[in-house]
């Protein structure tokens, strides 16, 4: 914790426009940290979308806390209409998950949880610098996690992540958390971790976020690329561009597919690599984790998602090469 970090994080900080950024082990300590230094009530149960990483609820379970898993929608991100009837007396917080670099409609999770007095709290690990009605991802709730595993859009060399928050109380909390409870005085007044961001690694982050305005505008004009050669498949389902209200900065190209299986052998036979996004599931299809929930939506996005290449060393050709594999499968079938 050297001049490294804190210089990061003092960048990262202006940029969001947030008082308070803390380097952290990675994205999934992120959200557990500022989920301890919330103070929820143990047990109390957390909405959040069935469409994440198990890394999301892991932290929910780990800060002492049960997951209760949402429907997604069009987007792929949580659904506000599916939110309220999951509300129970036991209810403490809403953790929507910012997804494929895209915010969810942030105004109408607030307004269920201003309602129903829960806190909201933000997995933004693959939405660093994307926007809702012009607010950054991981600004609207108590705290926003962000993850710079080596596949984000800042990435550094390994693991790393970061808490987002103008709450001071939260911050020197989680601060303490952070450096196994320690206070700057070096005395130990509570149970911490040991999820210090490393400096060398902030000194890596620091130096590729000078140059991230750029790693956006690439990844948006390269998923523009993506929509304008495929929007005429009526086979593909493409993520959304932006609208009045979203600045998406395309962590991911998701797509959903017909035949998604086939398309993906026909691809790898063309040395075009793709991925299902968490192997292919989505949480509520994991049984011995007992998270089980009628998620429609998400049931059918399984059989169908599909990410394609996105990252800044392609070139448009790339793209282009990429959609004419795509429409020559679909002409075969």
Known sequence: ?????????????????????????????????????????????????????????????????????????EDHLLDHNDIEHRITEKTVAILPVQLNGRTCEMDKIQEIASKNSLKVAEDSCQA????????????????????????????????????????????????????HGRGKNGLVTKWGFNSRLDNIQAAILKAKFSNYEFTIQTRRSLAKHYIRLLSD???????????????????NFEIRAKNRDDLVDYLIENEIGTLKQWGGFCLHQFPDLNMNSDTPFCEELTKNFLMLPLNTTLTMEDIEHVCKTIKNFYKKT
């Open 1 to 73: 914790m050297q001049d490294d970090l804190t210089s990061f994080e003092e960048e990262l900080a202006k940029y969001l426009n947030v008082k308070h950024v803390i380097g952290v082990a990675d994205g999934t300590m992120a959200i557990l940290l500022g989920l301890k230094a919330m103070n929820l009530t143990p047990g109390g149960e957390v909405i959040l979308p069935s469409h994440t990483f198990v890394a999301t609820a892991a932290a929910v379970k780990h800060a002492g806390l049960k997951p209760v898993l949402a429907d997604c929608k």
């Open 233 to 251: 498949i009526s086979e593909i389902v493409l993520p959304p561009l932006d609208d009045l209200y979203h600045f998406d900065v395309f962590q």
């Open 128 to 179: 660093l610098g994307s926007k809702f009605k012009d607010q950054f991802a991981g600004t609207f709730g108590s705290f926003g996690a962000l993850s710079f595993y080596p596949s984000k859009t800042l990435g550094c060399f390994g693991d790393g992540g970061a808490i987002i928050t103008s709450d001071s109380e939260l911050y020197s909390k989680i601060i303490q958390l952070r450096d």
